[in-house]
């Protein structure tokens, strides 16, 4: 038996046709574009590709974009006075900071200057808090507005277009990032998972995932999850984007991976092309929240 | 066997002393008395008795009180001026705001007029964020300032003070509020635990409770903890406030749990009276932030 490919992919090419759709009505109805402003400093080849894959979802989805470059050695006052223009350009819906920053620059100044409303990326503590603070979901009072990193909210959107029930089940994550491993342990918590959160310290980390029913990867480390760690019908989402002898694979190793799970998002292919589609939903949600007033 | 008792009222016993010490030395080198402003709405028998509890904290460590009271019928709008301008009030170093709040009254809203910087209570989704966000104890950037709220970093601090290693055990939290099981989650896992947060939907509650080397109780539902629910040798903290018959018990059997268990906290007598000294110290840490232009 053979698992179920869970396929980004296509689900990707299915939500740009969407969000497209939902950007041209946008557009008729408000006569404004939904625009992302980028910030970097320095010319980092992968912060250098992904702002190229970016920019090329935006205009696929008729985004607009906007690239503000600095120096790499831009110090802290310069980077956070770009970023609090953008924050007050109206012109401006979303505003993605990408890392590295240069040495030295401290991440909470610059995310200070950042309106929490233009947080498309879903770094901002206000948003980290009101996902943090949500209540389960369907229950209790909605937090204010906030937004999800997209490479989460990306892997949650697999789950619910396949239907992979989420209420009771064990979810393992595997990893603690601010941009990955956290927020999903936060969101499948409010689809009433029982949630596991797992690291680099953690005990028997074999044993851990073996209770998953949802075994979710976010480790940064080629194939380190093995099939004998994979309960059988699992569901895995592996969010993993390493190299090795320059081919791409992820967290888990999906050759093994594969035999045993139920289902499972293969590497490249599956979480990796739900990232770029899912900022451009925030980019959306962000125009239509700012030209609401909210 | 029986377990050894994490003696939470001896422990705020001696945080008292400290604290007081703490509070006289800021004093004498600020010439300022840091001081907690208590907002509520109405005459909640509960939340009044909580109220006379804290004002007594206060005293006795020589910390500054005055509760603010508004009529039980208080709109939205007078209760968010009565937070807004007690979060411009120089003289005012930490709010509390007691719940619950009117009928009609957004928390949200509240929320949005409280100063980060004198949310004692580490209600504000700054807070939350900051804390959710919060790198691995002793690694990374430290987040900005923030704060926690007080039930769960009292059951820390017990843990801290009995010397109860956490790094890589396995903590089980039952229970998902944003007051004490997600904080503590948050916690347990920042001091390199594997976390697992379970609530009311988790499938076998029991079996999950029986891998915790640390078990963690925030539910709010009498003796439902049962003693073959806790692994032999663990560490239990219940942080359950429930009444039977006029006597006071946490959520944990504890007859049943201490014969198992390593070590535990009673109820009463455990996280209960920690609470309120850790508020202290929220408030102290509150002002040297404000005095220091924090």
Redesign the interface.
């Known amino acids: 038996m053979s698992a179920t490919i869970l396929d980004g992919r296509a689900l990707a090419t299915t939500l740009r046709e969407e969000v497209a759709a939902e950007v041209a009505a946008f557009k008729e109805r408000r006569g404004l574009t939904p625009t992302l402003a980028l910030v970097r400093a320095g010319e980092d080849p992968a912060s250098v590709s992904y702002a190229r894959a970016i920019a090329k979802t935006c205009e696929q989805v008729g985004v607009g974009f906007s690239a503000h470059i600095l120096p790499a050695e831009a110090d802290e006052a310069q980077i956070v006075a770009l970023v609090a223009d953008l924050s007050r350009d109206p012109t401006v819906h979303g505003i993605m900071i990408q890392e590295p920053l240069p040495k030295g620059v ?3 100044a610059v995310l ?1 200057a950042l309106a929490p409303g233009k947080d498309v990326d879903g770094v ?10 949500a209540a ?1 979901a369907g229950r209790g ?1 909605e ?2 507005d ?1 937004f999800v990193p997209a490479t989460p909210a990306g892997g949650m959107e697999i789950l619910r277009r396949y239907g992979v029930p989420l ?4 979810a393992v994550v595997v990893g ?1 990032s ?1 941009i990955v491993g ?1 927020p999903m ?2 969101l499948l ?1 409010r689809q ?1 998972a ?6 680099s ?3 028997d980390l074999p044993g ?1 995932c073996r ?1 998953a029913d949802i075994l979710v990867a976010a480790v940064g480390r080629a194939r380190m999850i093995k099939g004998d760690w994979v309960k059988p019908g699992a569901v895995v989402v592996d969010f993993g984007v390493n190299f090795e002898e320059g081919k791409m694979c992820g967290d888990v190793d999906f050759d093994e991976a594969v035999k045993v799970a139920g289902m499972i998002t293969p590497v490249p292919g599956g979480t990796g092309p739900m990232t770029n589609i899912m900022l451009m939903r925030n980019v959306l949600e962000a125009a239509r929240r700012q030209s609401e007033g909210r």
Chains 1, 2 share one sequence.
Request: glycine share 4%.
């Open positions: 401290r991440p909470t200070e901002h503590p206000v948003n980290a808090g009101r996902l943090a603070q389960p009072e937090p204010a906030y209420e009771g089940k064990h603690r601010n956290k342990a936060l918590l009433n029982t949630v596991t959160l797992c690291h310290r953690t005990a851990v209770l």
